[in-house]
């Protein structure tokens, strides 16, 4: 018991980036159209009183100048540990903000509500429809579309980790306010309810169907018919916090809520080792996206630089990679439709049938070709039982498809 009380001590205090940045105080603007009143550019301001606040959580917003009415709104959630202004000084939004001009809204959880300022994203009373944070972060959008008239159509939430997931929850919650999101090193909507159970959802696969995991989803807004948010999911592949194994949940999750296959349509190579897989529906038109950044650990991927594809600057788990904020954004549609930069593009790829990979069952868990439960340690896909889950017992492992491996001893 001492030992998994200290492992989740450690994963809890891991879950996102120790930043102290301080924050930008700017006297709060007048609500109304751009203009004189706007905020000076480069601003992160904080807004007072923007309507119920059951969560208590506090608000921040960046409006590029000029902004115009009927422009898009993106709300960004930071991780645990950090503020609004590591969020707004890091990621790469306010620069995104400034090109293609629409406001940024930057919630802030604080010490009082979650030791470690997560969001709690596991608490029933704090991620769902019309409680506790959840409902503080509708009226932060409500206010800032009454401020700008923002195009209601045009919402859009994005954040890291504990952020990411409380991204997922809110687009469950909330799908007729949100028209996509973007979760980095996030978990599925719903994934827990305690923190015990989210330590479990961050190290392990969960070994749910595709359907009972839109089946969560779907629950978050009971009656609703309409369209549901589009998703972009973006993962570390040697991320040992929030482990890979999530971001394919994810894609299982929201393709199922789409009602669309998880074999992807398309398959694209990005820099700095990102691999992006897209799923669309039958009209062609791409709900979910999924991106794979080769040897990239837990944190939003950014790419300081002047470049049309760059933006950000690294910190603690703000990582030299892809700049994730601007792909995020085009798929947003924030770009008002300006095509991603041409890189390599395949065909939807085969089942990677025949890969083999030696390591101990530790290894195998954290890299997410096996899941453990009751410490013993079991092959993803086919659930065949490898042992007790420990750094001196090592089998080889056969990918037989996409998430699906298979022991495979003495024969590779």
């Not at 410490?375 to 001196?392: C, H, R």
Request: proline residues 7%; contains cysteine.
């Amino acid at each position: 018991m001492t030992r998994r009380v200290h492992a989740l001590a450690r994963l809890t205090a891991a879950l996102a980036g120790l930043v102290t940045a301080a924050t930008l105080v700017v006297p709060a603007t007048p609500a109304g159209s751009a203009g004189a009143t706007d905020p000076p550019a480069s601003a992160l301001v904080p807004v007072g009183s923007f309507g119920p606040n059951p969560g208590a959580l506090s608000m921040y917003t960046y409006t590029p100048s000029g902004l115009a009415t009927g422009r898009p709104v993106v709300v960004a959630l930071h991780g645990c540990t950090q503020t609004a202004s590591d969020y707004y000084t890091h990621a790469g939004w306010p620069a995104l903000a400034d090109r293609w001009k629409f406001e940024v809204v930057f919630p802030q959880q604080s010490s009082a509500n979650n030791s470690l300022r997560c969001f709690n994203w596991f608490s029933t009373a704090d991620d769902t429809r019309g409680q506790g944070e959840a409902a503080s972060i509708k009226s932060m959008v409500d206010k800032a579309v009454a401020d700008h008239g923002s195009d209601t159509a045009k919402v859009y939430v994005t954040g890291l980790s504990a952020g990411g997931a409380m991204t997922a929850d809110l687009l469950a919650a909330y799908p007729d306010v949100f028209a996509a999101g973007g979760i980095d090193s996030g978990l599925p909507a719903q994934c827990a309810t305690t923190q015990i159970q989210a330590t479990n959802c961050q190290q392990n696969k969960q070994n749910l169907t595709p359907a009972q995991w839109a089946a969560r989803a779907n629950a978050q807004a009971p009656g609703y018919t309409g369209p549901r948010p589009r998703v972009a999911i973006w993962q570390g592949a040697s991320d040992y916090v929030v482990y890979p194994v999530n971001g394919t949940e994810l894609r299982d999750q929201w393709t199922a809520v789409h009602g669309i296959s998880p074999t992807p349509t398309s398959t694209r190579t990005l820099p700095a080792g990102t691999t992006l897989t897209s799923y669309a529906d039958r009209t062609g038109t791409t709900k979910v996206q999924l991106y794979s950044i080769a040897g990239m650990g837990h944190g939003t991927a950014v790419d300081p630089g002047t470049g049309e594809t760059q933006c950000g600057s690294t910190a603690a788990y703000f990582l030299q990679a892809i700049c994730s904020s601007y792909y995020t954004g085009v798929f947003f549609g924030l770009d008002g439709g300006i095509t991603i930069p041409p890189s390599s593009t395949t065909a939807p790829p085969t089942t990677p049938a025949g890969q083999c990979v030696t390591a101990t069952n530790y290894v195998h868990v954290q890299a997410g070709r096996a899941h453990q439960s009751g410490g013993e340690a079991y092959a993803n896909g086919s659930n065949q039982d490898m042992g007790l889950w420990n750094t001196w017992i090592t089998h080889v492992l056969r990918q037989d498809a996409v998430d699906s491996w298979t022991l495979a001893d003495g024969q590779c």
